[in-house]
Structure formats: C-alpha cells, structure tokens
C-alpha cells in the first residue's frame, strides 16, 4: 500500500499571512541550464556539457476570490508595491517551502458558471529553502 499523502490541505503563506482559496499550487521547479562544452577532441567524438545557473521557476495557482480576505489582500499590495516579500508553502506530506519573492501575476476571470477566479505567479527571488519533513 502506497504511503503518499492526499495534496488538499496544502497552505501557502504571504508575510505569515495564509492566502485563502489557494487551489492547484505549482512549483517551485528546481533545473540546471547547461553549457555545451564539446571540442573536437572530446572522448569518443560525444557531446560534454557541464551544469551552470540553477533555477527556481515561477510559482503559480488560481484561486477563488473571497471579497475582503487578508492573504488575498496582502498579494494585492504585494504586487502594487512591487515588494519581495516572504512565502512559505506547507504541503500535507511534510515538506515545507520557504523563500523570499514578488507577485509577478495576477489575472482575473469570471467564466460562466464559475466563481471569480485569479490566477497568480510569485517569482521567488532567490533559491527557496527546502524542509523534506
């Protein structure tokens, strides 16, 4: 039987403040650009490549807007002010993630159908710390 854990429940905190009716939280995503360094007298005549800038991506998820919510608020100034600010990522597994960022995004819908929706994207500004629980 698997051990993995159910994904609702995940918290994402603004400054401390836990932004409401956060939905499908992506990211960060952790890679490594590389550079091509093959010559030619590279072994065996096969590509060489070595790692270079570590990067973080964006974080992202929609969420349903509640009229006077204090996390949503707190993302709204965040964004107005063009300030980076602190924010934490608690998933239901245990891991925790914690990095410093500015909201980059917010994007506004209201489908038919549906509740008020905005998409928002906070780019962390430096590589988030990871707590694997």
Do not use: C
């Not at 650009?33 to 590509?47: A, I, L, N, R």
């Not at 990067?55 to 969420?63: A, C, D, E, T």
């Not at 002010?81 to 994007?107: D, M, P």
């Not at 928002?120 to 710390?129: E, G, H």
């Amino acid at each position: 039987m698997s051990d993995a854990v159910a994904a609702i429940g995940a918290i994402i905190t603004i400054d401390g403040t836990p932004i409401e009716e956060a939905r499908d939280i992506s990211g960060p995503e952790f890679s490594t650009d590389e550079v091509d360094v093959t010559s030619h007298d590279s072994p065996g005549f096969g590509e060489e490549v070595l790692p270079t800038i570590k990067r973080w991506g964006n974080v992202s998820f929609p969420m349903a807007g509640v009229a006077g919510a204090p996390g949503q608020a707190a993302l709204a100034a965040a964004w107005e002010a063009r300030t980076i600010h602190a924010f934490v990522q608690t998933l239901t597994n245990g891991v925790i993630y914690t990095y410093s960022g500015f909201v980059s995004r917010i994007g506004s819908s209201a489908a038919v159908g549906d509740v008020n929706m905005f998409d928002v994207t906070i780019r962390p500004s430096q590589a988030p710390t990871i707590d694997w629980g």
